[in-house]
């Protein structure tokens, strides 16, 4: 089995009715982009920029930045990068970094609210994803955006960064496409709104099924409610979706979610096209899309959003797809 997922993991994922996928790779440092390859992956949907900046004892500055993101850039060409700003704290803290203690790390300054305190930080990052853009084919994409004025905020940062880099005359790449992580559930209400703003959206499942249900997603005692086929989290899916289409941007799921087989009939039914997850889930979930058919799915997962449990959601699946997985 092994030896006939590496032979065809290098194949497009194309479903047995002609629907093309892109399936990528999560990230967290350069020496990954490896994986990604050499497993079959059409680039790289999520680089989770924060590692970087863990087991250290300073922040670390633009050069370095810019160095190593263009390395992974240049190894990933022409295949696609999204750059995801810093997401510290909540479960990722860092130690050089003076924040009052929380109470409640996952709602509190967390992400983009971090960065946008810390503005320094933030434009330092801000400019080297900008250099690094006129090196390959890079996104940049913003965590945990909970309301409008977060967009307009950060956007107005990597404006002003591009503009301080071309009075500098440094090479970047101010064309950049911006997008958003779609996981706080506030988020999902003003999809609409914010598809205006932004170029794609990246379903960040993990924290929003963590915030729409109410539940801690590191919590063993919780964990067993914790189910991204609940049929709430099935209808924020099937909105952020629809609202991406009116607006004509593209959506992608870079969460957990994206990369189990039991949920691709659902994935591919609601129509996302690009799915990004670790770099090992990938040849298993591009040969199932090849052994499915996504008009199926598409009927399938209209008759799944009417379902009011989560166990009937699964049952279903399991009828109709336990043999595919
Ligand atoms: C997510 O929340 O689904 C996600 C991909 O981001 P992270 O797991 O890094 O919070
Ligand atoms: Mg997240």
Not at 27 to 38: F, G, H, K, T
Not at 179 to 185: D, L, R
Not at 260 to 288: C, T, Y
Request: aromatic content about 6%; some cysteine.
């Amino acid at each position: 089995h092994r030896a006939s997922i590496s032979r065809s993991s290098h194949l497009p994922a194309i479903s047995a009715d002609g629907m093309e996928f892109q399936v990528l790779g999560n990230i967290e440092l350069a020496e990954e982009v490896v994986s990604v390859r050499d497993h079959g992956g059409n680039g790289i949907g999520l680089l989770r920029t924060e590692f970087l900046y863990l087991s250290r004892n300073n922040f670390p500055g633009e050069t370095e930045l810019f160095e190593q993101y263009r390395e992974v850039l240049e190894l990933m060409a022409p295949a696609p990068v999204t750059f995801r700003t810093l997401d510290i704290n909540g479960d990722k803290a860092i130690s050089y970094t003076l924040t009052p203690e929380e109470a409640n790390p996952a709602l509190g300054l967390r992400a983009i609210r971090f960065c946008l305190k810390k503005k320094e930080v933030f434009k330092t990052q801000l400019r080297a994803i900008l250099r690094a853009a006129a090196y390959g084919n890079a996104q940049i994409m913003f965590p945990m955006i909970s309301c409008l004025e977060e967009v307009r905020e950060a956007r107005k940062l990597l404006r002003a960064c591009a503009k301080e880099l071309a009075g500098e005359e440094k090479r970047h790449n101010p064309e950049i496409p911006v997008g958003i992580m779609i996981e706080v559930p506030s988020a999902v209400v003003m999809a609409d709104v914010l598809a205006r703003e932004v170029d794609f959206f990246s379903i960040g499942t993990n924290d929003l099924v963590q915030y729409l249900l109410a539940i801690d997603r590191g919590n063993p005692q919780v964990a067993h409610l914790y189910n991204s086929l609940n049929p709430a989290v099935l209808r924020m899916l099937k909105r952020i979706v629809d609202e991406a289409d009116k607006a004509g941007i593209s959506v992608a799921m870079c969460g957990e979610m994206a990369g189990d087989p039991f949920h691709l009939p659902v994935l591919m039914g609601l129509g996302i096209r690009e799915l990004s997850m670790n770099p090992q889930s990938i040849p298993a979930i591009k040969d199932m899309i090849r052994n499915m058919e996504g008009h199926e799915c598409r009927l399938f997962t209209e008759s799944l959003l009417e379902k009011s449990q989560t166990q009937e959601v699964m049952d279903a699946i399991s009828l109709k797809y336990g043999k595919f997985m």
